[in-house]
């Protein structure tokens, strides 16, 4: 799969956007509440880069197959948590490149597909807490078979 050249160019002046907040990062990463709010402001251009196939992992919830209703795509690790991990990493690596940053946006960014209600009970759930989606799908009744060996054998050269 391929990213067409204007989402690398996307790809490419986000990460550098990222690493000009870096300074602000490191001010804010010892304040747990200051580090929450810089990372929910970040966020978005997390989506505007992943909402393109090759993020997409294809894996959809049993529940999914099973209606054939509309699919909705869910990020396996929220956003948010998404960001500091995405920083942490950054903060260890400043010199991260274009390569590096899109195997870290497949790792904690790619998309799986659930129902319209499996999202909303994912989001009730972790809203405001630090429980990454992924952790309580067993715990709901999600199967998303083929999830656990995606988050086995992405890279884990990055935590």
Not at 36 to 65: E, H, M, Q
Not at 109 to 130: L, N, W
Request: hydrophobic residues 35%; aromatic residues 8%; glycine residues 4%.
């Amino acid at each position: 799969m391929r990213i067409s050249n204007l989402k690398m160019q996307k790809i490419e002046e986000t990460l550098e956007d990222f690493k000009t907040l870096l300074p602000r990062y490191n001010k804010v990463k010892g304040d747990k509440e200051a580090l929450k709010r810089f990372c929910s402001r970040n966020r978005n251009p997390v989506w505007d880069l992943t909402n393109i196939k090759y993020f997409k992992t294809g894996l959809k919830s049993d529940a999914l197959i099973k209606s054939g209703e509309k699919p909705v795509n869910e990020h396996y690790v929220q956003r948010s948590l998404c960001m500091e991990l995405i920083f942490r990493t950054l903060d260890r690596n400043p010199d991260m490149t274009t390569e590096q940053f899109i195997e870290l946006l497949r790792k904690y960014a790619s998309t799986i597909s659930v129902t319209k209600d499996e999202h909303r009970t994912i989001t009730q759930f972790t809203k405001h807490t630090e429980i990454l989606n992924y952790m309580i799908y067993r715990k709901l009744g999600i199967r998303v078979r083929g999830l656990r060996r995606v988050i086995n054998d992405t890279p884990k050269i990055y935590i």
